[in-house]
């Protein structure tokens, strides 16, 4: 049922000119075991504007601006729990781009909790598709009023669902949590348990139990209560069979922004100088570049 919302919603976001799509083309880079999908963008002047806006509009008045508070009407999407809304990304790059973003403004370097997990899975359960967190600034993400985000899968015309799954496949685990031998970068990742005959929720908090392991096992502080901060930028990737962690060093590689998707194989850049510095240097390099270097007991 959430799917034909979101469906609904776009077509008359469209109508209304309240959704403005940023238009792209695409290229495959085959690079250490994985077929990277890099999108090109074509026009990215309408986003620049409405951030040239925003800093304009928090200068003069001395408060930064929250697009979320309150967010469109022509971009709502659903209700989804007590604590969470859905809405659309305005300037979306993957079609039936989805934000769920916190009904009162917290902080997004705050660490996510149990009811961002239930918000999470209530809308990850409707259809196939991977939710991810750009944890913070640093981590790619662009305001700081929190919100997970959740994009349909697959992530690329062709190839698997997400690209970085061939390298998943051969992680190495120690209980629960594991490594991939093909990422060069720190990093932690976990499968999903069975889930039969268990109930949404369950399922919910089972992924964020799982997650404050996740970042234990980097050394990073995991929740004890709402509003704690996060002790380091991270991307986190969810799906239905799988969780990534990734600790983050820095947002660009030169000038290329690289957010949560990056590590799911899927890249973004502005003009073809940037794609041709990926494709000099490699895209699993640019990853590296931007988290933080393997422990050597992950070597």
């Not at 993400?141 to 015309?157: D, E, F, G, N, Y």
């Not at 089972?206 to 096992?217: D, G, N, T, V, W």
Request: neutral net charge.
């Amino acid at each position: 049922m959430l799917w034909q919302q979101v469906v609904r919603v776009t077509e008359q976001a469209l109508c209304s000119g309240a959704l403005l799509p940023v238009l792209t083309e695409h290229e495959f880079i085959e690079d250490a075991g994985v077929r990277f999908f890099v999108r090109i963008l074509s026009g990215l002047h309408r986003k620049d504007a409405a951030k040239e806006l925003q800093k304009k509009e928090a200068t003069a008045t001395g408060r930064a601006v929250n697009p979320f508070l309150p967010y469109e009407k022509d971009l709502f999407v659903a209700d989804v729990s007590a604590t969470h809304v859905a809405v659309l990304n305005k300037f979306n790059v993957v079609k039936h781009h989805l934000l769920i973003i916190t009904r009162d403004f917290e902080e997004q370097e705050t660490l996510l909790t149990s009811a961002d997990f239930q918000a999470l899975w209530s809308c990850m359960a409707e259809y196939p598709c991977l939710g991810f967190y750009n944890a913070g600034e640093v981590a790619g993400a662009s305001q700081r009023h929190k919100h997970l985000q959740i994009v349909p899968l697959p992530l690329a015309p062709e190839g698997p669902q997400v690209p970085i799954e061939p390298l998943l496949a051969e992680a190495e685990f120690k209980g629960v949590l594991g490594t991939a031998p093909g990422f060069p970068f720190l990093h932690v990742f976990a499968q999903a348990g069975p889930r039969a005959s268990k109930t949404d929720a369950v399922i919910a908090e089972e992924s964020f139990q799982l997650y404050c392991a996740m970042l234990r096992k980097l050394g990073m502080t995991s929740p004890d209560k709402n509003g704690q901060r996060q002790s380091g930028p991270y991307a986190l990737l969810v799906t239905r069979d799988w969780m990534l962690l990734v600790p983050r060093s820095r947002e660009f590689f030169a000038a290329i922004s690289v957010n949560s998707l990056g590590f799911a194989g899927a890249l973004l850049v502005r003009n073809e100088e940037q794609l041709k510095r990926i494709k000099d240097c490699g895209p699993m390099e640019v990853l590296r570049e931007v988290a933080l270097p393997l422990l050597k007991k992950q070597r």
